[in-house]
């Protein structure tokens, strides 16, 4: 015995090794993938400054080209002026010499006052001798002295460090999964967080093989984030976070497991009614009677005994049960789920189809017969439905029923306290309390339904509602009508 223990430690420590050495291959794949991804990105931020770069060099080029071409214009307009004005200034030279050859007083005095006049009026007179514009261009220069520096000390984008999830501050209730996290140390470069899950059934270190791959939520802004709507079916889950800046994502944090309990069952098909079409969490009314279920009856209750549901928690699944037990028949449309309850609280839910005419929901002892409807022997309680003319709504167990007069709601949650002895149903929706059994279970529980003429939908992998939870501690303080079908009985 003490050998077999330490072969079983060895071979579980090769396992070990086995998971390392896949992991380490793993890693080296990613870091080959990753290194030629990461120049490949170096590459275009290169490019892209260099583009950037000659943009401006262009734009630059074009505003010293356009100020030069205004100086010109500027320039050539005054030369254009002086030309004209010394033009006009050389005719009157000439007129004024002409002018002192008139020998006539009064033509010399008229024509004395003309050329005064033209000569107050030229244009020679009005006209800057001083440039408009000089020939500067230094307002055109640049010093790239600082941005040569800064270009100089431009480095690789400092990798976010890996976030620190708070264990303390994760939540796991009502099929959601709160995650709380932060970083090391401030960095006020952070754009994003990345959060990843995964389902699994190991407790330790995340596995290469044999595990299912990750589920990613990206772009989360806060250090912070629900997961809601969760189906709980694996005891596990994986949980890890990386930080992202604007262009890389940082490591990710060291992945923690949290532990998701909830009941998982699916439904019997080996010993359900033939006129039952059963498929793991449906059942269907089939009035052709199933003769190709019959046909590979025994076969099929030998192959599933010995493959059971995985252990779970509080429940234990029914492999004698499979194996040994007839099908129901008669009126006993009957088929159960193949995990059994024998301790603490679970809870599940059934929506039944809107044309469904009769159905039953609740829970039986094994000891139900193949004969036996729910809720009409001593070691089964249920409620039922009847659609069929009128509707009516009753619980029932050891054969009484009790009539429930209140709206029969399109979901049913059934919540199960085994240690408790209470069996509650409620509006899946609203969380009302619909009817409560009270008693002491003996033997483990088994989930029941029965139906006819329609279908019933079974949701499982459920926790147990925070407001049912809050209801119960509310119930358990009282006693009234909801227990009294146990008392008579």
Known sequence: ETLQRIVSTLANKNDEIHNFIDMLNHTIKNVQVNSSNAISELDEEFDGLYSILDEMKGSMANTIQQEEARKIQALQDQLSQCSNALESSEELLELAAQSLDIKDPVEFLKAARQIKDRVTMASAFRISLKPKVSDSMTHLMVDFTLERRMLQAVKFLPVPKAPEIDLTACLVADNCITVSWRMPEEDSRIDHFVLEYRKTNFDGLPRVKDEQRWELIDYIKATEYTLSGLKFDTKYMNLRVQAC?????????????????????????????????????????????????????????????????????????????????????????????????????????????????????????????????????????????????????????????????????????????????????????????????????????????????????????????????????????????????????
Not at 254 to 281: G, I, Q, Y
Not at 337 to 348: C, F, I, K
Not at 381 to 393: A, E, S, V
């Open 245 to 489: 800046n604007k262009a890389v994502a940082g490591e990710y944090s060291d992945p923690v497991t949290l532990e998701t309990k909830a009941f998982v069952f699916s439904l019997d098909s080996t010993s359900s009614h033939l006129n039952l079409k059963v498929e793991d969490t449906y059942v269907e009314w089939d009035p052709t009677g199933g003769k190709g279920q019959e046909k590979i009856k025994g076969k099929e209750n030998k192959s599933r005994s010995g493959a059971p549901s995985p252990k779970r928690t509080s429940i234990s699944t029914r492999p004698s049960v499979r194996g040994s037990r007839d099908h129901f028949t008669g009126e006993s449309y009957t088929v159960l789920g193949d995990t059994a309850v024998e301790s603490g609280q679970h809870y599940w839910e059934v929506r039944a189809q809107k044309d469904c005419k009769s159905y039953s929901v609740g829970v039986t002892y094994r000891n139900l017969g193949k004969f036996d409807q729910l809720g009409k022997t001593s070691s089964s309680w249920c409620i039922h439905i009847n659609n069929w003319l009128q509707t009516t709504f009753s619980a029932k167990h050891n054969n009484k029923t009790r009539t429930l007069d209140i709206p029969v709601p399109d979901r049913i949650g059934v919540y199960c306290d085994f240690d408790g002895g209470q069996l509650a149903f409620y509006n899946a929706n609203s969380k009302e309390l619909l009817h409560t059994f009270r008693t002491k279970f003996t033997q483990p529980l088994l989930p029941g339904f029965m139906i006819w003429c329609g279908g019933l939908t079974v949701s499982t992998g459920l926790q147990v509602p925070s407001a049912v939870k809050t209801l119960q501690k509310s119930e358990n303080g009282l006693s009234g009508s909801t227990s009294s079908l146990n008392n008579i009985a």
